[in-house]
């Protein structure tokens, strides 16, 4: 989880929040991937650089050998910053969009007789974002996002190896101001022990319009991993709003909670997203 806040948290829903406003109108609604897991279905338009960044406090109690072996036994507590959580967006074309991401992390974790810092940066993630098709009646928005990580990053935060995936996204606008959207997407992973294995997630995630600038949404999702160890199911549920403060500005705040044991017990954090034409 540590790995994937940094990454897949960066994803978010706010291109689902459409607003009214015809002033605001003028370019279309700003499309941010973030705050939440599922990434939207829309990319951000030719010519055009969006930026997005936040912060991410998680807390994880640890109980012992929980995650199947990955984890070495023990019970304690696990804190970890994200910061700034960087995602450039550049869009190439219409319906094409190339993505770079990697988020600076600190880390304490406390057991009963040990208490160990780590900082540094997660593995370079990038991404190309292709939109297949758009909503037509009850058949959704595509898009699709082949990625990989690079291995880049801090030894603490490294997978230490090239992790490449598919994201495959689907999006209704149900009305003017219910949207409804989700994702599959599997990734190679790596144990703490170097085994490599697939990592498989899904999300379902509704947003609503709450006047001309503001949306709020509500989200499912889970991984499931094919480690070596035996597979492992991780749940999480999560929400927050977004607000635009400007044409080209959002704002974000969400907080999320795991659903069972083998997942994160807490996180919460807040962000943006700039549009540069």
Same mark, same amino acid.
């Given at each position: 989880?540590?790995?994937?806040?940094?990454?897949?948290?960066?994803?978010?829903?706010?291109?689902?929040?459409?607003?009214?406003?015809?002033?605001?109108?003028?370019?279309?609604?700003?499309?941010?991937?973030?705050?939440?897991?599922?990434? =939207?279905?829309?990319?951000?338009?030719?010519?055009?650089?969006?930026?997005?960044?936040?912060?991410?406090?998680?807390?994880?109690?640890?109980?012992?050998?929980?995650?199947?072996?990955?984890?070495?036994?023990?019970?304690?507590?696990?804190? #970890?910053?994200?910061?700034?959580?960087?995602?450039?967006?550049?869009?190439?074309?219409?319906?094409?969009?190339?993505?770079?991401?990697?988020?600076?992390?600190?880390?304490?974790?406390? #057991?009963?007789?040990?208490?160990?810092?780590?900082?540094?940066?997660?593995?370079?993630?990038?991404?190309?974002?292709?939109?297949? =098709?758009?909503?037509?009646?009850?058949?959704?928005?595509?898009?699709?996002?082949?990625?990989? #990580?690079?291995?880049?990053?801090?030894?603490?935060?490294?997978?230490?190896?090239?992790?490449?995936?598919?994201?495959?996204?689907?999006?209704?606008?149900?009305?003017?101001?219910?949207?409804? *959207?989700?994702?599959?997407?599997?990734?190679?992973?790596?144990?703490?022990?170097?085994?490599?294995?697939?990592e498989w997630a899904q999300s379902l995630v509704t947003g609503l319009v709450v006047?001309?600038?503001?949306?709020?949404?509500?989200?499912?999702?889970?991984?499931?991993? *094919?480690?070596?160890?035996? #597979?492992?199911?991780?749940?999480?549920?999560?929400?927050?709003?977004?607000?635009?403060? =400007?044409?080209?500005?959002?704002?974000?705040?969400?907080?999320? *909670?795991?659903?069972?044991?083998?997942?994160?017990d807490f996180f919460a954090g807040t962000g943006f997203a700039l549009r540069i034409?």
């Amino acid at each position: 989880m540590r790995e994937r806040l940094g990454i897949v948290l960066v994803g978010g829903f706010g291109g689902l929040f459409l607003a009214a406003d015809a002033g605001y109108a003028q370019r279309g609604p700003l499309v941010a991937d973030r705050p939440d897991f599922t990434e =939207a279905a829309e990319t951000v338009g030719p010519g055009v650089i969006q930026v997005e960044f936040g912060y991410t406090l998680a807390y994880d109690e640890l109980r012992g050998d929980r995650d199947g072996g990955d984890r070495d036994g023990g019970d304690g507590t696990v804190w #970890t910053h994200f910061f700034g959580e960087p995602l450039l967006r550049v869009g190439v074309a219409h319906g094409l969009e190339l993505r770079f991401a990697a988020s600076p992390v600190s880390q304490r974790t406390r #057991t009963d007789d040990l208490r160990v810092d780590d900082s540094g940066t997660e593995d370079l993630d990038l991404g190309i974002k292709l939109v297949l =098709a758009r909503q037509v009646g009850r058949r959704p928005a595509i898009a699709v996002i082949p990625q990989m #990580t690079l291995p880049t990053g801090s030894e603490a935060f490294s997978r230490n190896r090239l992790s490449p995936g598919v994201n495959l996204i689907y999006a209704w606008d149900l009305t003017e101001e219910v949207s409804l *959207a989700g994702s599959t997407q599997v990734n190679r992973a790596v144990t703490a022990r170097g085994e490599g294995y697939a990592e498989w997630a899904q999300s379902l995630v509704t947003g609503l319009v709450v006047g001309a600038r503001t949306g709020v949404y509500a989200e499912w999702y889970a991984f499931f991993h *094919a480690a070596p160890q035996g #597979t492992r199911t991780e749940h999480y549920a999560n929400g927050g709003f977004t607000w635009s403060v =400007a044409d080209d500005i959002q704002w974000d705040i969400r907080l999320g *909670a795991g659903l069972n044991e083998a997942a994160t017990d807490f996180f919460a954090g807040t962000g943006f997203a700039l549009r540069i034409p």
